[in-house]
């Protein structure tokens, strides 16, 4: 039997709700949450730089031998998740979906807007438009750490344009999806999870796997009155 656990890595809570979805989806596995506030934000930052303090931290997470880690930031994922390919253990990543023939909004952080793969998507998604959000998701982190909540009066002003779908392109932005919703109201509200958890549920199919209850470990005592909701 494979106890390793699943490494998930973010800057900060957007990966919270990857967490909360694996224990929910794989409740025999053990989930290992590792936050990076010390460089928080991660969406003002340049690939190299993201590159260099995931390589630190990545170093520091394979101490606790899983078996494979999960990047729970789009922006890492869009950024730097390639260069990880051929890391000692496999890597995953959180991507922004964007629904085909659709005319989509994906609101994302600056990093994001900025990578080459948001570019790509530009080219093969010819109704696409991109916003970064310029200081969202450390609004976010705050909130939920006990801060004022974001105020997203800002994105009224995009609501009057009629997209069919609008992407959240930054696990931050998850734990706004009902607020987002109420904005555009007539678009369908999207991210990048379930084809996520589709490459982790084919990957865990090849380790050896028995019934039995995993755990959740936060490194952050800043989350644990979050955490306790799963027991």
């Known amino acids: 039997m ?13 990966g919270l709700d990857v967490v909360k979805r694996l224990s929910k989806e794989f409740p025999s596995e053990n989930v290992y949450f590792f936050t990076d506030r ?3 934000p991660y969406g003002n930052k340049t690939p190299d730089e993201l ?11 394979m101490t606790f031998c899983p078996k494979f880690i999960v990047f729970a930031c789009n922006t890492l994922s869009t950024s730097v998740l390639n ?15 964007i629904p085909e023939n659709k ?29 970064g959000a310029k200081g969202l998701a450390e609004q976010t982190e705050e909130w939920i750490r006990g801060g004022e909540k974001p105020n997203l009066s800002e994105f009224y002003k995009m609501a009057e344009r009629e997209y069919e779908a609008v992407s959240l392109g930054c696990t931050h932005y998850s734990h706004l999806k009902n607020e987002f919703g109420e904005i555009f109201a007539s678009s369908r509200i999207v991210d990048g999870t379930d084809r996520l958890f589709n490459e ?15 755990c959740v470990y936060l490194k ?12």
């Open 83 to 97: 260069r990880f390919s051929n890391y000692t253990v496999p890597v995953y990543g959180i991507l922004p979906f």
């Open 51 to 61: 590159y260099e303090i995931a390589s630190k931290n990545l170093y520091s997470i």
């Open 103 to 131: 005319k989509t909004l994906l609101i994302c952080t600056p990093a994001t807007a900025e990578s080459e793969y948001v570019d790509n998507l530009k080219k093969k998604h010819s109704q696409l438009e991109v916003y």
């Open 38 to 40: 010390e460089n928080l």
């Open 200 to 214: 982790i549920k084919g990957a865990l199919t090849t380790y050896p796997h028995f019934p039995q209850k995993g």
């Open 2 to 14: 494979d106890n390793r656990c699943i490494a998930v890595y973010d800057s900060g809570a957007g």
């Open 220 to 231: 952050d005592e800043g989350y644990k009155s979050w955490i306790s909701s799963l027991n």
